[in-house]
């Protein structure tokens, strides 16, 4: 079995963003992961959001775990920073490296087992912490890298591959991340790009943690009758509150909408969201709000997806904790060892 | 827009760019693969059996295939196929032992072609292949035609003539040689059963302006000279020559005259250089030879002195479009130019010329001198008469007397066997087969080639400029045909796509290096072109449209620029996509109709 890369032949007109480089340019290898998948959507929803940013892909480092998942971004942004940690602590790491170097734009790539199992204690805190990223679950519902057992996120009721039916309830990511302190907090699908690109690209650009769950279905262990994470399953029950789009400053709104059916959200570094409300009175401001919506539909079988919460005006962990503007790197000795003098000066304040 | 039909056998036709450009429509990429396989034979009797001359289109071909070549869309050059052709015929064994067995029992009908040029040939082989006796009439001393007379032997060795015409003459067919047929209505009372007339179009026009008569001792019209040159009664020609005229044989007159002695060779046409009749790669030859090229200048007069030619005047011009498009060439008011020299060659087209045709027998021709024909039969207006190749449309090329040879040799057997020549007409066998070998292998080299186009290797100039026979290309050797054959996208292995079995899962929009791909709403085309991943601009190439999605989107393929690397079928989790080769069967004289 092999796996051919894709071969290096464009169309001749293949579009540029404002840094010249092709959606191509934003590849990374070849997935090894089943035909299928729905990580894979999840891979070219992130290429496409950063070809349209115009991101430096050098300005970007991108963390994971361990799972299917975990493996996938080897599959995109092939010339960013990338660490693959251990087991469930990519968050960890990722904090670490969100304090060493503020100036990098952080995309945590995680599972339902890496997150919601191994790694739920870790993925709390970061939320809780504030860390500035862009964290995204790709949710199956099984543990596909060891043959499809139930995770932690599959609905209580469901059925496995051969039938069996799931008695422990289930960890709703989307729920934890609105209680524990995220400020973009948003559900989507990987069979919807229209509605994740959007998401991805409103996350980058959000200071503060910004979560997604999106529900990928596993097409090897989890795409059957029975499962609530299917293709079929999440087609039929997408609960869509809202519809994105991602206006930047440089770029002229050109859209009309009828009065009261849009939000505009302004973003700290001037990025407009767009809002077209599907649900009636679903507010994206109200937390409290957006956390009785998302219990009351799960009850009734739907899966709510959108932009579920944004607080624009949220700080992150830096604020918190009043840490030095530049990255660690670029402080210098002179900065970083200051002397004998500032020494005994700092020895002589705590006499 | 509708779902396609991808059951039509046009609808993949079509997708297979060489093979629709090609006029016998030579199912390309199948010859190519078996070149990379090395199988040279099996690629020559492909070519063979569609086209007829593999050796000598392989050199000489006007390559139709090759602007249309999907490859020259993502990369920067086509695919080799003229040349690669070649590399079929310099590499097979012998063949002789392939080709079809002549009936030992004929028929009864006799055929008479008059002229052995590509068409008259064409109609030989396919007819004696099903019992016909054909009888090949021609005033030359052997067979081939223009392709013998009028292309020079450093481009068309003799061999090659020889050895391919030798496939169909050699095997029962009768040939007439050095008889010139001078009287159609003698012929038809000789009680053929049907003729077929492949004369060619052997008239060169003449630049009449002022001093063609006095200095007609210098002056010569082009395929007059090349047929001289061709058969060796014309050996040398002056140091300082001029060339008038822009299509392929101009370029034929200056190279053939730059190896007889022409030292100072130019080429003057009246056009820009853009628009000039001549194929890119001919020009190219010309001026790699150390020939330049004027252009817009009209020739106003040849300048003598005693009876000998001393130059030519030129009226510079340039080129205006009216609203329509159609162009003329207006004076720029610029001093008359003259260029000195020598000797003239007058290559400025080809004309039609019928002088042993009586016009009372029944044969009707149009105002413009041409043969009335059914365009589909290419039956005249007398029943039993038909015309193919140059002959019948005008000069064209040889793949296109080849394709009409066919074409006619249909219409005659239908004719001799009483029927309807249109309605019993055969139609080509269009089949799709699954190239499926398991996960991730395809029975054919998926993987596309990133290298660029090869030059063929030539000789060195100098020796070549020497000598006027010496070919001048040496043609692919086995590394670089290989390489070259690897770059074809085999664009016969179509997409096919299973509604039914689709999850929408997105995998092959994913994958596809060139963005073909698009699951949306259905609409009207132009407005769907626009909202595609990647926008259709291209409106030559069709979409692939299919319904029946779940979501009730429509899966929308632009055709334009697949790499056909199978990608979307080994991401697909279901088969809804599968790789299936695409083979049309051209039929020929002698295929049934089916019946439904």
Redo the contacts between chains.
């Keep these: 079995?092999?796996?051919?890369a894709?071969?290096?032949?464009?169309?001749?007109?293949?579009?540029k963003n404002a840094l010249g480089y092709t959606?191509?340019d934003y590849e990374g290898a070849i997935s090894t992961l089943?035909?299928?998948?729905?990580h894979?959507?999840i891979?070219?929803a992130i290429v496409q959001a950063c070809f349209d940013l115009d991101v430096e892909p050098h300005r970007v480092a991108k963390l994971s775990g361990i799972g299917c998942s975990s493996k996938t971004p080897d599959y995109f942004l092939g010339n960013s920073h990338g660490f693959n940690s251990v087991h469930g602590r990519m968050p960890s790491v990722l904090t670490g490296a969100a304090l060493a170097n503020r100036d990098l734009i952080y995309l945590g790539v995680s599972g339902d087992g890496d997150s919601a199992s191994i790694g739920i204690g870790q993925f709390a805190h970061a939320m809780r912490r504030g860390v500035n990223m862009t964290y995204i679950v790709e949710n199956n519902g099984v543990y596909g890298l060891t043959k499809g057992q139930f995770s932690a996120t599959a609905d209580k009721g469901s059925k496995n591959k051969r039938g069996v039916v799931n008695s422990d309830s289930p960890i709703d990511l989307v729920a934890l991340a609105l209680q524990l302190g995220a400020s973009y907090v948003a559900r989507s699908f990987?069979?919807d790009?229209e509605q994740l690109i959007p998401l991805i690209k409103g996350a980058l650009r959000h200071r503060g943690p910004s979560f997604i769950d999106v529900v990928s279905?596993c097409?090897?262990f989890n795409?059957h009758a029975g499962s609530t994470k299917s293709?079929?399953y999440v087609?039929e029950h997408n609960d869509a509150v809202n519809r994105l789009d991602v206006i930047l400053p440089r770029n002229e709104i050109s859209t009309s909408y009828a009065p009261g059916s849009l939000r505009r959200i302004v973003q700290h570094d001037g990025s407009v969201l767009h809002l077209r409300k599907l649900a009636k009175d679903y507010d994206p401001t109200d937390r409290i709000g957006a956390m009785n919506h998302l219990q009351e539909r799960h009850a009734l079988g739907e899966v709510v997806t959108g932009l579920l919460y944004v607080d624009s005006s949220a700080d992150d962990m830096h604020r918190h904790l009043n840490t030095v503007e530049k990255p660690l790197n670029q402080l210098g000795d002179a900065y970083l060892c200051p002397g004998n003098k500032a020494l005994e000066g700092l020895n002589a304040s705590l006499r | 827009m509708k779902p396609t039909d991808i059951g039509a056998p046009d609808y993949f036709h079509k997708v297979v760019d060489c093979q629709w450009a090609c006029p016998a429509h030579t199912p390309v990429p199948d010859y190519i693969r078996l070149i990379a396989a090395g199988r040279y034979s099996d690629a020559y009797m492909i070519n063979w059996r569609s086209n007829v001359f593999p050796g000598i289109l392989g050199r000489v071909c006007d390559r139709p295939c090759e602007p249309a070549c999907r490859r020259g869309r993502v990369d920067k050059e086509p695919v080799a196929i003229c040349r690669l052709k070649r590399v079929a015929a310099d590499f097979k064994d012998d063949i002789l032992d392939r080709l079809p067995p002549i009936p030992a029992r004929k028929n009864g009908k006799r055929i008479a072609c008059v002229g052995a040029g590509p068409a008259s040939l064409t109609v030989a082989r396919d007819l004696t292949a099903i019992g016909y006796h054909v009888t090949v009439f021609d005033n030359g001393k052997t067979p081939g035609g223009m392709m013998r007379s009028q292309i020079p032997k450093f481009r068309l060795p003799d061999s090659v003539i020889d050895e391919e015409c030798d496939y169909i003459v050699s095997r029962g067919v009768e040939t007439r040689l050095e008889r010139w047929v001078s009287s159609l209505r003698d012929l038809l009372a000789e009680d053929w059963d049907a003729i077929f007339v492949g004369t060619g179009a052997p008239r060169g026009r003449d630049a009449d302006i002022p001093g063609r008569q006095e200095a007609a001792a210098n002056i010569h019209i082009g395929i007059d000279w090349l047929a001289n040159v061709a058969f060796g009664h014309v050996t040398s020609i002056a140091k300082r020559v001029i060339v008038l005229g822009g299509g392929n044989t101009a370029m034929d007159c200056c190279r053939s005259a730059r190896r007889l002695g022409g030292a100072e060779v130019k080429v003057v046409v009246r056009s820009g250089f853009e628009e000039m009749k001549a194929s890119a790669w001919e020009k190219e030859d010309a001026m790699e030879e150390g020939i330049p090229i004027h252009n817009f200048l009209v020739p106003k007069e040849f300048t003598h002195v005693d009876g000998k030619l001393t130059g030519v005047s030129f009226e510079k011009v340039r080129a205006e479009y009216d609203d329509k498009g159609r162009r003329s060439l207006l004076p720029t008011g610029e001093p008359i130019l003259l260029m000195e020299c020598d000797t003239v060659l007058v290559a400025i087209g080809q004309e039609n010329s019928f002088p042993w045709i009586e016009r009372d027998i029944g044969v009707e021709f149009d105002k413009w001198g041409m043969p009335v024909l059914d365009q589909a039969t290419l039956q005249s207006t007398l029943p039993k008469v038909f015309f193919g190749g140059d002959a019948a449309l005008g000069p064209k090329n040889i793949i296109t007397a080849v394709a009409q040879g066919h074409d006619a040799a249909i219409s005659i057997d239908l004719f001799c066997r009483h029927k309807h020549l249109l309605d019993d007409r055969p139609s080509p066998l269009a089949n799709l087969v699954s190239q499926k070998m398991g996960i991730h292998e395809w029975s054919y080299d998926n993987q596309v080639s990133e290298e660029s186009r090869k030059k063929v290797p030539s000789k060195n100039l100098d020796k070549a400029l020497r000598n006027i026979k010496l070919e001048l290309e040496l043609g692919y050797d086995l590394r670089m045909a290989y390489a070259e054959a690897e770059r074809c996208l085999n664009c016969d292995i179509e997409t096919i796509f299973t509604n039914k079995a689709c999850i929408e899962c997105d995998a092959c929009v994913d994958i596809c290096p060139t963005e073909c791909i698009t699951f949306t709403a259905n609409g009207e085309e132009n407005e769907l072109r626009g909202r595609l991943k990647a926008p259709a601009k291209n409106h030559d190439q069709a979409l692939y449209v299919a319904d029946g999605l779940k979501t009730g989107r429509a899966m929308v393929k632009d055709e334009n620029v697949c790499l056909h690397c199978g990608m979307c079928a080994e991401r697909c989790p279901t088969g809804a996509w599968d790789m299936q080769k695409f083979f049309l069967k051209i039929p020929h004289a002698g295929t049934e109709v089916r019946k439904e």
């Design positions: 079995m092999t796996y051919l894709k071969p290096k032949l464009f169309r001749p007109d293949t579009p959606r191509r089943c035909a299928g998948c729905g894979d959507s891979s070219a990987s069979g790009k279905p097409v090897t795409n293709y079929d087609r």
